[in-house]
């Protein structure tokens, strides 16, 4: 009677120490049979109790395999009620690789599904869209067929009914012959990212260093240096420019500012502005 046995993946695991403590009698051609047998057994599942096909797997005659392989092998497997040889420990390690196998199948299922939902969600606003833009291309003026959202909330149209609202009296109702606004996609939100590698200061913020007193190159390459080497989140912004202004403020408000003029320096100034003046007879 025959089963159906399971192929497991092309791997296998080899646990040299274990391996030797269990072979350290086996001769050079029972090592070979052996290894050749485990790993059929890996691929495959429990051997056949069938001689001539365990000698095609171990690559000798049955002869030699009668006498000098498997009078020694066998003591490594049993044979169970399926009519299979077994081995314990590697029934044990095929039974842990497809559990493994199995979870990252469903965790990969699980995240396809996933997507699959935000994908679905995003679907019917997108369709929405694409039919007012459809509509507004087909020659029919909005103002006709109000070309609008196909599910507009009560407090919108396509005329407020704020006259404040409205610039200079003009109706926001599309007049005859006039193609209606195509609306347009939300703007995403603005993600944060990191600094590129090969960044350089734009026009625009080196003329902001150099109002600040600052040099824009040199402070250049500091600031690349950190932002780069700054690891995880910490070194993603939203807005750079931002990040840059702020950094030519801080090393402008942490230069050391001119030392202070003592009374000799005060006294040396006056008396070289009085030398060139010259001397007037009575004063």
């Known amino acids: 009677m025959s089963t159906k046995r399971s192929k497991s993946d092309v791997w296998m695991p080899i646990y040299i120490g274990d391996y030797l403590a269990d072979t350290m009698r086996l001769s050079t051609v029972q090592h070979g049979a052996y290894f050749l047998l485990m790993m059929e057994y890996w691929r495959q599942g429990p051997l056949p109790h069938d001689a001539d096909e365990l000698c095609a797997v171990a690559r000798t005659d049955r002869k030699t395999w009668d006498k000098a392989i498997w009078p020694v092998l066998k003591r490594f497997f049993s044979l169970e009620e399926d009519g299979f040889l077994h081995q314990k420990r590697a029934d044990a390690e095929r039974a842990h690789a497809e559990d493994k196998r199995i979870k990252r199948t469903a965790a990969a299922h699980a995240k396809h599904q996933k997507d699959a939902c935000k994908k679905d969600a995003n679907a019917p606003a997108n369709a929405e869209q694409t039919v007012v833009q459809n ?54 939100a603005k993600r944060a990212c990191r600094l590129p590698e090969n960044w350089q200061p734009s026009s625009e913020q080196i003329e902001f260093a150099r109002e600040n007193g600052v040099d824009p190159m040199k402070t250049a390459v500091v600031f690349r240096d950190y932002w780069i080497g700054v690891p995880g989140e910490k070194g993603r912004k939203l807005d750079w420019d931002a990040t840059w202004r702020n950094w030519v403020r801080r090393d402008t408000s942490l230069r050391s500012p001119p030392p202070r003029q ?6 040396a100034a006056v008396n070289q502005a009085w030398a060139g003046v010259p001397d007037i007879e009575g004063v």
């Open 135 to 188: 509509e507004c291309k087909e020659g029919d003026t909005c103002a006709s067929r109000a070309c609008a959202s196909p599910s507009p909330s009560p407090s919108s149209s396509l005329r407020s009914e704020d006259p404040s609202l409205r610039s200079g009296g003009a109706s926001a109702e599309a007049s005859p012959g006039q193609d209606g606004a195509v609306a347009s996609k939300p703007a995403k």
């Open 262 to 267: 003592t009374q000799s320096d005060r006294r």
